[in-house]
């Protein structure tokens, strides 16, 4: 009965480790070879390739076993690169490989994702002091996880900053090295229309060198043919819609493809104002509008005259010597009364004053 516990027992094991995730690649490689990595997982699985830097080069995926292949020539940096997996059960792996960089890999070459680092020297798998804060082993393993390299600075250096995955060390560490001359990569906005005989454009270097050494022309004639560098891209505008700065310059440009070009329109002067254009004559009508319903009710609202009363009134104006014009326009600015209905009384008094 032990046996058969026994027997159990290892068979169970067995097929874990069958099925445990695994990332077979050859460590070292010469630019110009085809890297071939073996991929073994329980159903589907991504693969994520960065270069010594840490930008993403590629990303692929598949199912179960299966093969990655990737020729150096794609990206000509030297250094370690790190194939990261991911299977659909949350296990993940990275493995490194070198090109032209012999020894680069100090670690095993499979390696588990939190001693995966980003450098191109052995900081994964450095041991600190024996704190026993890591592992069951009684020493912490370091594991650094980096960030991607700065951009090269005008001294020529760059930088990064890294953070221990396994806590054995809770400062940031700061890495420097040095670089080449940074590559300028500008990206400049259409010519303008001809004024006084010239053409003018703006110009900006992505990747914010700070030289002007490949700087294209921003200014030429109109009639002349365009010289000196060409730019890496012509854009219409360059609005925020089509460029994000960070700290590696411009990490977007509206398209997944650096070398397309970013096409979008300009707003006109009828897009740009169109709620004021629209307000502006709704604002006008209304105001009409409240006007005239203020008069109509003012009209409507008009004090109410005894037709005797008005007679008696205007006899007793007269007595006064009061012009009968006096009379009429007193009546018109001061009372409710009509000019019809001013006009029918002084008819109607005329003709009783004749009676009489």
Request: charge should be negative.
């Amino acid at each position: 009965m032990k046996k058969l516990f026994l027997f159990i027992f290892v068979f169970l094991i067995s097929i874990n480790l069958a099925l445990a995730l695994d990332v077979a690649v050859d460590l070292e490689h010469n630019l110009g070879d085809m890297v071939n990595a073996q991929i073994s997982c329980v159903g589907d699985s991504v693969l994520q390739l960065k270069n010594p830097d840490g930008f993403l080069i590629t990303v692929d995926q598949g199912d179960g076993n299966w093969i990655f292949n990737y020729n150096t020539n794609s990206d000509q940096t030297n250094g370690k690169y790190d194939v990261k997996v991911s299977c659909s059960d949350g296990e993940t792996k990275t493995s490194s490989f070198c090109v032209d960089s012999p020894g680069c890999v100090v670690a095993p070459a499979n390696v588990d994702e939190s001693g995966s680092g980003d450098g191109d020297s052995g900081d994964s798998g450095s041991t600190s002091s024996s704190s026993n804060t890591g592992g069951s082993g009684g020493g912490c393993v370091t594991r650094w996880d980096c960030s991607a390299w700065s951009v090269c600075d005008t001294n020529l250096m760059q930088s990064r900053t890294c953070v221990d995955t396994s806590r054995c060390n809770r400062q940031l560490k700061v890495e420097e090295r040095e670089c080449g001359p940074c590559d300028e990569s500008w990206i400049c906005r259409e010519w303008d229309s001809c004024v006084n005989g010239i053409n003018t454009r703006d110009c900006i270097d992505q990747n914010e060198c700070g030289t002007t050494m490949q700087k294209p022309q921003e200014r030429k004639s109109c009639n002349a043919q365009e010289s000196g560098y060409a730019p890496n891209q012509i854009v219409n505008d360059f609005g925020s819609d089509e460029f994000d700065f960070d700290e590696g310059g411009f990490d977007s440009f509206g398209s997944d493809d650096f070398g397309s070009q970013v096409t979008t329109s300009k707003k006109s002067f009828v897009d740009e104002n169109l709620i004021f254009i629209i307000a502006i004559p709704l604002a006008i009508v209304f105001i009409v509008i409240l006007i005239f319903l203020v008069l109509r009710m003012k009209k409507k609202n008009k004090p109410a005259y005894n037709l005797d009363e008005l007679k008696t009134w205007i006899a007793s104006e007269r007595k006064m010597k009061t012009p009968d014009s006096h009379i009429k326009e007193i009546l018109a600015k001061q009372t409710g009364w009509s000019h019809e209905e001013i006009e029918k009384t002084f008819n109607e008094l005329a003709v009783n004053g004749q009676k009489n």
